[in-house]
């Protein structure tokens, strides 16, 4: 999937994808729902690094957008969100404990 092309739009479209999907993965609040979020990442890019058909590494980055919204759909229903908002209050995060 990202060497399609090594420089130009489909290639930062790729990239940008991917650091998204890590961001948005690395949200979750439960070890294991985060942690799977980044290996099935990384995996899925690893998986498709040499395709080059233009087409297919649409299709690819469609699936990718698709998984995007669900990973922050996902995360809106896990209300697993964790860290800090802008005036430096604490989000909203599941006690610790068993899940």
Known sequence: ???VARTG???GKVLSLYRQLLRQGNQFSSYN????AKRRTRDAFRENKNVEDPRQVQELVQKGL???QMLKDRLVVEGGLSGKDKEGGKLRQKDTGWD
């Open 1 to 3: 999937m990202s060497t």
């Open 9 to 11: 739009e489909s290639a």
């Open 33 to 36: 729902f985060r942690e799977y």
């Open 66 to 68: 698709q998984n995007l």
